[in-house]
T-cell receptor, first 113, second 112 residues
Framework: AQSVSQHNHHVILSEAASLELGCNYSYGGTVNLFWYVQYPGQHLQLLLKYFSGDPLVKGIKGFEAEFIKSKFSFNLRKPSVQWSDTAEYFCAVGSSNTGKLIFGQGTTLQVKP | DAEITQSPRHKITETGRQVTLACHQTWNHNNMFWYRQDLGHGLRLIHYSYGVQDTNKGEVSDGYSVSRSNTEDLPLTLESAASSQTSVYFC???????????FGPGTRLTVL
């Protein structure tokens, strides 16, 4: 069965620090990969996605993620975080075969000004 | 602009009552999904639909039902609300299976 694991449940950083959130998945076939962000009190919004091609994908607000197929990973990065990045971040995996997205448990990011 | 809406945004009900949460999308997407979000569990899939008259159970479907009579709507019904169903419920839709899902604003349900 597909599963998604986010290793960091709660991350606290100071502004301007670099961010890397881990995401690993288990699925043997072709996958689509996503990172969603949920700001406090709001709904989930797409941050970035990978379907095929260049494994380094860039998203909104300076976020990027790298797909490493051999490691079944899709880690999210940002060189310098801002207070406004405080949010919950979800990694998700989908495939055309199953039709569904499987979400990780989420990582809460708190950025201190 | 196309959007996905949910109503009500907040609901308080009593144990044993039937509750229906509405989800309406104007994207004309065939695929629609219902999730619940709870601390420590992330998002869990309740039910989903790939088109009119199609419904499928997700990982936490017990106590919930859905029906799909048109493309735009996928109402979620709690047949007999239980305190364990206190949660935030999100509806989502997608154009293609396994592809980007667009989420509604959520409904916060409290069962007393």
């Amino acid at each position: 069965a597909q599963s998604v694991s986010q290793h960091n449940h709660h991350v606290i950083l100071s502004e301007a620090a670099s961010l890397e959130l881990g995401c690993n998945y288990s699925y043997g076939g072709t996958v689509n990969l996503f990172w969603y962000v949920q700001y406090p009190g709001q709904h989930l919004q797409l941050l970035l996605k990978y379907f095929s091609g260049d494994p380094l994908v860039k998203g909104i607000k300076g976020f990027e993620a790298e797909f490493i197929k051999s490691k079944f990973s899709f880690n999210l990065r940002k060189p310098s975080v801002q207070w406004s990045d405080t949010a919950e971040y979800f990694c998700a995996v989908g495939s055309s075969n199953t039709g569904k997205l499987i979400f990780g448990q989420g990582t809460t990011l708190q950025v201190k000004p | 602009d196309a959007e996905i809406t949910q109503s009500p945004r907040h609901k308080i009900t009593e144990t044993g009552r039937q509750v229906t949460l509405a989800c309406h999308q104007t994207w004309n997407h065939n695929n629609m999904f219902w999730y619940r979000q709870d601390l420590g569990h992330g998002l869990r899939l309740i039910h989903y639909s790939y088109g009119v008259q199609d419904t499928n159970k997700g990982e936490v479907s017990d106590g919930y039902s859905v029906s799909r009579s048109n493309t735009e709507d996928l109402p979620l019904t709690l047949e007999s609300a239980a305190s364990s169903q206190t949660s935030v419920y999100f509806c989502a839709s997608s154009e293609l299976t396994g592809h980007t899902q667009y989420f509604g604003p959520g409904t916060r349900l409290t069962v007393l």
